[in-house]
Each structure stands twice: as structure tokens, then as C-alpha cells.
């Protein structure tokens, strides 16, 4: 069946260090991907999206990358923050149906 | 620009008795989201409005969960009778559409978590 999933289910990296959270999918057919952010207590926050029509997009301090050979999608924070620590979730989304697919999270852990 | 409201934030109920959250969008988006959002777990769609009809309740539970946004603008979802593995946080979101497929952010709310014992 379809999915939408993260290779690790917790990542702890140091802060000012860079941050990479991964996720795959698995339906061709998903044309649409965004990267979620959620802290404690809070919804979903919107951090960056990337169509399938490109490899890469580029934000403030936050890159997606998209491999469509492999359906693999990464999420690269730089220069890692405190308030960075939260749950960081993949969602996909295919034309005409705007409901959206989500993975399971990647928690990221800042240390000081 | 004020964000999705959702109440109460917290509830926690015995099984088999009823619960009702509601939730009011960012003015002037058409399209209504409610996800379930299980510990641990992503969220998953229940419903999809747009505007005061549905467009996807593929996954809701229709014997014991309903929804409603009768004016378009506000939403309830209902759940009766609440079972134990009901226990999860219930997401609005809202998003404005862009034309025929096309993607749209999703504002989300700050969710109610139900607990049912």
C-alpha cells in the first residue's frame, strides 16, 4: 500500500551542527511534498515544499531535497537551534486531492 | 491574521459516553480539515469540507464519528459513542484553494486532546 515513512524515529545532534531528517514514500504518484514542524502541545507548523518537478528548494536556513529514482525526501536544517527541537514530519500530497499523507516524525533533539 | 481556533484544548471522557470539538477556520478558507493524530503517529484525515460539503470521509468512522460545517465556516466532530483507542489529538486545519489541484498550505490548530478512560 501506499506510504509515507521516516527512516529514524529520533535524531540528536549538537546545536550549531547541521541537522538532516529523511523520509520515504512509496506511491509514484505523490506529485506534492511538504516538511512539517511540531512541538509539544502545538499543531503541525508549515516549514518548506518542494513539487516533484524539482530536485531541490531552498529557505531560510532549511533545504528539501527530493529524489524521485529512490522516493526520498530530506529535510537539511543548518546551524541547528534549541528552538529547533521538535517533530519534524514528511506529508505528501497528489494532484487533485488536497488531503494530506503523513509520515510517521522524526523527533530532533537540539543539545546545547 | 488570527490562526485555525479549536475547543476545548484538553477533554477527557469515560467510554461510551459522547464528546463534541469544534473548530472555526482562517476567515475566508473555503477548504476544512480534520485530522486524528494518535501518540507517536502522524495525523490522519478524517474529513475534508470544502466549504459546507465533503469531499473525502474515506477514513472517518462513520458508525460512532460525524462532522458538520453547515455554513461553511465552522466545523464540529462528533464522536458517540468514544471508544478507548478514540484517545488522540483532533486537528483542524484550513487551507484557501488555488484552482483545480493545486497544492495548498494547511494552517493547523493547536488541536484538542481527548482522553477516554
Known amino acids: 500500500g501506499e506510504s509515507v515513512g521516516l527512516h529514524l524515529p529520533t535524531l540528536s545532534v549538537q546545536e550549531g551542527d547541521n541537522s538532516i531528517i529523511n523520509c520515504a514514500y512509496s506511491n509514484s504518484a505523490s506529485d506534492y511534498f511538504i516538511w512539517y514542524k511540531q512541538e509539544s502541545g502545538k499543531g503541525p507548523q508549515f516549514i518548506i515544499d518542494?513539487?516533484?518537478?524539482?530536485d531541490k528548494r531552498q529557505g531560510q536556513r532549511v533545504t528539501v531535497l527530493l529524489n524521485k529514482t529512490v522516493k526520498h525526501l530530506s529535510l537539511q536544517i543548518a546551524a541547528t537551534q534549541p528552538g529547533d527541537s521538535a517533530v519534524y514530519f514528511c506529508?505528501?500530497?497528489?494532484?487533485?486531492?488536497?488531503?494530506?499523507?503523513f509520515g510517521s516524525g522524526t523527533r530532533l533533539q537540539v543539545q546545547p | 491574521e488570527a490562526g485555525v481556533a479549536q475547543s476545548p484544548r484538553y477533554k477527557i471522557i469515560e467510554k461510551r459516553q459522547s464528546v463534541a470539538f469544534w473548530c472555526n477556520p482562517i476567515s475566508g478558507h473555503a477548504t476544512l480539515y480534520w485530522y486524528q493524530q494518535i501518540l507517536g503517529q502522524g495525523p490522519k484525515l478524517l474529513i475534508q469540507?470544502?466549504?459546507?460539503?465533503?469531499?473525502?470521509d474515506s477514513q472517518l468512522p462513520k458508525d460512532r464519528f460525524s462532522a458538520e460545517r453547515l455554513k461553511g465556516v465552522d466545523s464540529t466532530l462528533k464522536i458517540q459513542p468514544a471508544k478507548l483507542e478514540d484517545s488522540a489529538v483532533y486537528l483542524c486545519?484550513?487551507?484557501?484553494?488555488?484552482?483545480?489541484?493545486?497544492?495548498?498550505?494547511?494552517?493547523f490548530g493547536p488541536g484538542t486532546r481527548l482522553t477516554v478512560t
Open positions: 469540507f470544502q466549504n459546507n460539503g465533503v469531499v473525502d
Open positions: 506529508a505528501e500530497n497528489r494532484t487533485g486531492r488536497r488531503a494530506l499523507t
Open positions: 518542494i513539487r516533484s518537478n524539482m
Open positions: 486545519a484550513s487551507s484557501s484553494p488555488q484552482g483545480t489541484g493545486g497544492s495548498v498550505e494547511q494552517y
